[in-house]
C-alpha cells in the first residue's frame, strides 16, 4: 500500500515537473504548443533573432493546428508541409497536453512582421499598424493588410489601395528560413503586380464598380502558387478593403469641381442677364413703335400728350431748339 502511494506520488510530482519545465520562457524537453501554433525544433537556443549571433539547426517542428498534419517525410525540412487530417500524438499530450522536443533540444526564436488594420486599446480609430514579434510559437494562419499608396493611373491621377490578405503559413520552416523577411517580399509582389494592373484603368471606374475592385483582388489570388512556392506561405483570400484617391488628387478633383461649378453658375447668371436685357430692348423698341413713332407723326397726339403730362403732373417741361435750357411752362 505504501509503495502503491509512493508510486502514485512519484508520477505525480513527475506530472508537474513535467508541466512545470514545460511552461518555462524558453523551455526544453517538452513544452505547450498553443493553440492554432506552430514551432521549430533546433539543437542549441537562440536568444536572438538574429541567428547568426547564436542558435542551432532545424531538426523537428511541433504544432497544435487542428485538423492539419504536418508532413516531414521530404528529407528538406524547407520541403515539410501541412496537409489536411488528424495529428497522431503521444501520451504524454493526451495525459498532460504537453508535446516532447527532446533532450538538448530547443524552440527557436523567430521574429514575425506583418501589417495588421486595427486600433490600440487607448485608441479609438482603425489604422494600419506595423506587427512586430518576437516569439518562439508563430500562428499557422493570420492577416497581413497590404496598403498601396500614390498609385498612378490614366492621367495624372493617383489613388490609395488597402488589400486584406488571409494566409496560412504552409510550409512552416521554408517561410521562417527562405527569406530574413518574408511579408516584405509578399508585400513587394502585391505592390507590383498592382502597380502593373492599375496603371492603365480609370480610377473613377475602379471606385465606383465592385466588378472591377473584385477583378483586381482575384489578380492578386492568381499569384498564390508562386507565392508558396518561394515563400512558403498560401494566400487563402484577398479582399479589396478600401481604394480611394491620394490626398494630392482629391485636392485637384475637388478644385477641378468648385471650378466647373463655377463656371456654370457665371454662365447662368450671363443667360439670365441677357434675357433680361433682350426683353428690356423688345419693350423698349416695342414702345417706340407704338407710342414714340406715333406720337412724333401726328400733331394732334403730341398735343394730347402734352395735356397729358400737364394733367398728371401740373408741370410741362418743354424743349425750344436753340434755346440753352429746357423751360418748364407755368402752372
Not at 538574429?50 to 539547426?57: A, I, L, Q, R
Not at 504537453?98 to 501589417?115: A, E, H, M
Not at 493611373?153 to 486584406?164: A, R, V
Amino acid at each position: 500500500m505504501i509503495g502503491f502511494i509512493l508510486a502514485a506520488l512519484f508520477i505525480w510530482g513527475l506530472a508537474l515537473l513535467l508541466r512545470a519545465i514545460a511552461s518555462r520562457e524558453n523551455p526544453t524537453i517538452v513544452t505547450f504548443v498553443p493553440a492554432q501554433m506552430h514551432a521549430l525544433v533546433t539543437t542549441k537556443s537562440n536568444k536572438e533573432t538574429d541567428v547568426t549571433k547564436g542558435g542551432g539547426n532545424i531538426v523537428d517542428a511541433i504544432h497544435a493546428v487542428p485538423g492539419r498534419i504536418l508532413d516531414k517525410s521530404p528529407m528538406d525540412p524547407m520541403n515539410w508541409y501541412y496537409k489536411l487530417g488528424r495529428e497522431s500524438r503521444g501520451i504524454l499530450y493526451y495525459l498532460l497536453g504537453i508535446q516532447f522536443i527532446g533532450i538538448f533540444r530547443y524552440l527557436r526564436l523567430n521574429d514575425v512582421r506583418t501589417f495588421r488594420f486595427g486600433r490600440k486599446d487607448e485608441e479609438s480609430a482603425y489604422r494600419l499598424q506595423a506587427k512586430s514579434d518576437q516569439t518562439r510559437y508563430v500562428f499557422f494562419s493570420g492577416q497581413h493588410d497590404i496598403q498601396i499608396e500614390g498609385v498612378e493611373t490614366t492621367g495624372i491621377l493617383k489613388i490609395n489601395l488597402l488589400f486584406n490578405l488571409i494566409y496560412e503559413e504552409i510550409f512552416p520552416v521554408r517561410v521562417r528560413l527562405r527569406t530574413a523577411d518574408p511579408y516584405a517580399v509578399l508585400t513587394m509582389m502585391v505592390t507590383r503586380l498592382v502597380i502593373s494592373k492599375v496603371g492603365g484603368t480609370d480610377p473613377k471606374l475602379l471606385i465606383a464598380e465592385e466588378t472591377r475592385q473584385r477583378e483586381l483582388a482575384d489578380a492578386i489570388q492568381e499569384i498564390d502558387l508562386i507565392v508558396e512556392e518561394q515563400l512558403g506561405i498560401r494566400i487563402i483570400k484577398v479582399t479589396l478593403a478600401d481604394v480611394a484617391f491620394d490626398a494630392e488628387t482629391q485636392k485637384f478633383l475637388e478644385l477641378e469641381t468648385r471650378t466647373r461649378l463655377q463656371n456654370e453658375a457665371a454662365v447662368a447668371v450671363a443667360t439670365k442677364d441677357r434675357t433680361v436685357q433682350i426683353l428690356a430692348n423688345d419693350a423698349a423698341a416695342d414702345r417706340v413703335e407704338r407710342v414714340i413713332r406715333p406720337t412724333a407723326e401726328n400733331d394732334r397726339t403730341v398735343a394730347v400728350r402734352v395735356a397729358e403730362a400737364y394733367e398728371n403732373n401740373k408741370v410741362v417741361t418743354t424743349y425750344a431748339p436753340g434755346a440753352s435750357a429746357m423751360l418748364p411752362l407755368g402752372k
